[in-house]
């Protein structure tokens, strides 16, 4: 924070403020931003940003730095966008507000996550068996759901898979 403290000095439209918030008080701070931004990157490319499944969990759609795994999680124009450098951010951030509060596409990838009664079609993984795998037809039908919706979807089928070897 030392550290931007000194680089905003020369900003005239941006803030950046820090602080400590309670565990009560973290989903209503998400719930009332109409955007996040996630910063994760991963060393493994196996780990995913815990702060966008809050995020998702609070009805809050984000742009998301890429990286080798995150298509598992934020699935670009359909609950988030996703982006390479702060170029593409910024053009995505200006699209995202610049007719705010009526704003077409945020309002798309909004609505994506509070559609929780859809399952979303089984991501790609060369582990399932195929009738559970992802193809660009189930894909384009994509939408958010629940942990447990998602775990029954995925990982059940591979252990009943097992159990039944």
Not at 9 to 22: G, N, P
Not at 24 to 42: F, I, K, N, Q, R
Not at 74 to 79: E, L, Q
Not at 101 to 121: C, E, F, I, K
Request: glycine content about 4%; overall charge negative; charged content about 20%.
């Amino acid at each position: 924070m030392t550290e931007i403290s000194k680089l905003q000095e020369s900003w005239k439209w941006v803030r950046c403020i820090s602080l400590w918030l309670e565990a009560e008080d973290y989903p209503v701070l998400l719930g009332s931003a109409d955007l996040g931004v996630s910063l994760h990157s991963s060393s493994s490319a196996l780990d995913l940003p815990m702060k966008v499944v809050d995020m998702f969990g609070c009805g809050l759609p984000v742009c998301a730095l890429d990286f080798t795994c995150l298509s598992e999680l934020v699935k670009n124009g359909k609950n988030g966008l996703v982006f390479n450098n702060s170029s593409q951010l910024a053009i995505q951030l200006e699209k995202l507000f610049l007719s705010f509060p009526d704003a077409p596409q945020l309002a798309s990838l909004t609505s994506s996550l509070n559609n929780l009664s859809h399952r979303p079609s089984t991501p790609s993984n060369p582990h399932l068996p195929k009738q559970y795998r992802s193809t660009p037809e189930k894909e384009e039908n994509w939408t958010w759901s629940t942990w447990e919706e998602n775990w029954g979807r995925v990982v059940r089928p591979l252990i009943l898979s097992d159990v039944n070897l």
